[in-house]
């Protein structure tokens, strides 16, 4: 559940009548992101608000969302609120090996970065059941390369020519764009 859809006494009152009412019907946990809706994805997620709403509730679990963009930001967000776990959404579009940099860290590791290999095999899944979606609907191929343009140039953060990759990215019309893009940089 968001925080509450703005920042007017009425909409916070409302959050903790629904949240009261979560906690009346025995919940096993509550994931709350820390931006109102209408703030949308612009400013920054309030953090304040889940580490005095786990100070208030210290006897409920509750995950905590919002500004996670890379795994050093899970342990940061539980570190300053106190949430018994982090719910990432965004920041795993193009990083989805925060989650095993994340498990390796709570086993003492140190998080690593994906190699060129594992970002190919992402990249080219991801594509590949994308396609597999839309491929039987009219233009599914040029409208599966259009879209997995973004996912493209949020995976290239992650290599170390992530420049290049994101204006050529931005320039995939076809699947076959998008093959010669990822044959070009994602080598094996």
Known sequence: MRRSFDDTPEMVENFEVIFAALRSIGYAW????????????????????????????????????????????IFRMIAYTGVHAVSVARGCIGNP???????????????????????????QSHFDLSLAVTRRFKHGEEATSKMMRKFGIKFAHHHPRGDEIKRKMIGVESAEDWRRTIEEFYYQ
């Open 30 to 73: 509550a994931t709350v992101h820390a931006r109102t809706v209408e703030q949308r994805y612009i400013g920054p997620s309030r953090w304040t608000f889940l580490r005095d709403l786990v100070a208030r509730y210290p006897d409920n679990v509750i995950f905590g969302s919002g500004d996670i963009w890379n795994v050093n930001d």
């Open 97 to 123: 090996w925060i989650f095993a940099q994340a498990r390796g860290m709570m086993a003492g590791e140190r998080p690593i970065p994906p190699t060129i290999a594992q970002q190919r095999a992402a990249l």
